[in-house]
């Protein structure tokens, strides 16, 4: 298994409503945390890469303005997007950049103030990451596109409401546990089979909520890690790929086949199967997400998914552990951050940081990042 | 020197005012030209990387539009964007996922559509390129931002408005031979001192235009390239630094100190000084900029770069030639796609394929492609 780059420092600020302050202020929250992690100082950045979604905020180029706030002039940076899986596109670079030589050490900053603007606009924008030309002109929102993979699975697979409802129960459970989530309250299962319909079949407590964070990931390589004697947690696979942005140009709304590929390529780089998985983080920007990824990670068989939430294997104490820092359902899902939140959890879990949620001996763990409705889909593996 | 990864396919659209079609069908029209050029199709390309600034088209994500429709699913893509630089940063980045092991044939695409705006609101957004909360507010814009280095040049090393005007004559006579120029009208000295003031010192034959157009670079591992028995040009060097966005940052307005840097690095990786540079793509936004590139690449010492435009040096005749296609101010300027454009002209030249603008013999190519005032400086340093 490779170990030639390890990530060194971890970030997160907390996942707010209403955010009050900018965003150069909202990436130090992470940037903060994540360089006292790695015991580093600015100087020692070798390049930064800053991954959010525009036009939600009012600054263009958001990465010189980051990068000067920050103390990382002159050193490289640039801005990375994939919409919602914009930061985990952004490790898969900063390993490259590593991997290849260019550079040592590289800090990967997500960031999103969604609040800058109203729900319905960024409803609007969101929308507009499909085809403005042939899908988004007609309506289409993320929540409806979630919910056509929602009626899909549930007619081929029978899978129901119900099902949905539990993984929502799993993530409210956890998300109180989470001083970092934007939601941090228990939901009885009628709760949310309850709450109002947004788009059938998907309900209000189907989704995850927009939210203002910051995450910053520090990446270096093999040698600068020793010289640094710094805690380690290795990149052992990536996978990356897309499907057709267009709803048309897939072959089923069962799954996300760019995430089985993405999955696929992270296994094999990692040399590992999903079944050496120890714990896990999967982009449930809505309940039917997570259940589709249990099924296209290998987690379970196709259809086979719902046993998973049923059964109470993707709980602390299951089988697989997926999701127990609370997930987007609770934490909030504010785009550019969202990937390096997950990463981060996972690296505390392999470093047995994770207080109340630790998995016992947890050596691997898997972080599944989406951007759209799976047009683009990242895996990364990491190990301890 | 390095010959690692090698750019093996070259394409670009005409760069036009009002272009009629798509931000995918003028992507298209870079990405045809470069496969042609590298005899191969989309199922070879094993990533793509989309260049461009938000906000001047209405889709967001292009990336994973812009994959679909040229046939690039389900490999990866995603954009990347340090403003007027976008494209040779994802050049760069391309290096680093080749070099890295993880891609073995990438397509860097860049375009911008800029006609989909008024020109007004392109200087606005483009204002919002600086800092939102304590520079842009006050009006500042990129030709004013060109102005003040403008007038410090002048002030410190005694360079005159004549001497910006004789840039914008080569760059015009230059022009009259690019097909795929904007502007292709030869100027005379006097009618670019006589044209109207934008900002003091800078005049309108000082400035390039906004444009719609597209660059596509195809670049591969040695291995790859020698598999498809391509033409090879090779990346011998890659310098990337930074500047402070806000101007109040910087020690000096004589010069940009992120290309200084890039430069030392890019010479350092090739192991290469200025001397061994047969031609030489500059970012001549305005002329000033291309004033003060002599100097901060070193192909003059500072305060001598007027020499160089004074003495001929720079025209194809010359010591050094520089912007032979035209360069920004005859091409015009479609931010994601100028530095792609750039790069194409190097790679021309150097496979001895330049036609009319043919250095003879050379073999050494440099592009300078800035973004911002600076704030972002990229040096890539060709070789045949």
């Not at 409503?17 to 965003?23: A, D, H, Q, T």
């Not at 609007?124 to 042939?134: H, L, N, Q, S, V």
């Not at 910051?214 to 499907?243: F, Q, Y």
């Not at 999967?282 to 068989?301: K, P, Q, R, S, W």
Request: proline share 3%.
């Amino acid at each position: 298994m490779p170990k030639d780059v390890a990530i060194i420092g971890v970030g997160q600020s907390a996942f707010v409503r209403g955010y009050e302050g900018s965003i150069r202020e909202l990436s130090f929250e992470a940037y903060r945390e994540a360089m006292q992690d790695a015991g580093i100082t600015s100087s020692e950045v070798d390049a930064s890469i800053v991954c959010s979604a525009p036009e939600y905020d009012k600054q263009r180029s958001p990465s010189g303005l980051i990068a000067e706030y920050l103390g990382l002039n002159p050193q490289p940076t640039f801005a990375i997007e994939s919409v919602c899986s914009s930061s985990t596109t952004g490790i898969r670079t900063a390993y490259a950049l590593i991997k290849s030589g260019l550079h040592d050490l590289v800090a990967v900053i997500g960031f999103q103030k969604m609040s800058e603007i109203s729900s319905a606009d960024s409803q609007e924008r969101m929308g507009r990451g499909a085809d403005i030309m042939w899908e988004s002109p007609f309506g289409t929102t993320m929540p409806a596109y979630y919910a056509m993979h929602a009626r899909s699975h549930f007619n081929t697979f029978g899978s129901t409401e119900k099902d949905l409802a539990l993984i929502r129960v799993k993530a409210a459970k956890y998300g109180q546990l989470n001083d970092k989530a934007v939601y941090r309250k228990d939901l009885a299962l009628d709760q949310v089979l309850n709450s109002d319909y947004v788009t059938t079949p998907l309900k209000r407590f189907d989704c995850c909520a927009n939210a203002d964070g910051s995450s910053c990931i520090i990446l270096a390589s093999a040698e600068k890690a020793r010289e640094l004697s710094a805690k380690t947690v290795w990149i052992m696979g990536l996978g990356s790929a897309t499907a057709s942005l267009s709803m048309t140009g897939r072959n089923s709304y069962d799954g996300l086949e760019s995430v089985r590929l993405a999955a696929r390529q992270a296994y094999e780089m990692a040399s590992l199967t999903p079944g050496d998985i120890d714990v896990a983080e999967v982009h449930d920007c809505f309940t039917i997400a997570e259940l589709m990824a249990y099924e296209n990670l290998g987690f379970a068989e196709p259809g086979r998914g719902v046993e998973l939430i049923r059964d109470g294997e993707t709980y602390l104490e299951g089988r697989i552990p997926v999701n127990v820092d609370g997930g987007l359902l609770s934490k909030g899902h504010p785009i550019g951050a969202t990937g390096g939140s997950q990463v981060r959890t996972i690296v505390l879990q392999l470093r047995g940081e994770a207080g109340e949620i630790q998995v016992p001996g947890a050596e691997i763990g898997l972080v599944h990042n989406v951007g759209g409705v799976g047009i683009y889909g990242n895996v990364i593996i990491l190990g301890s």
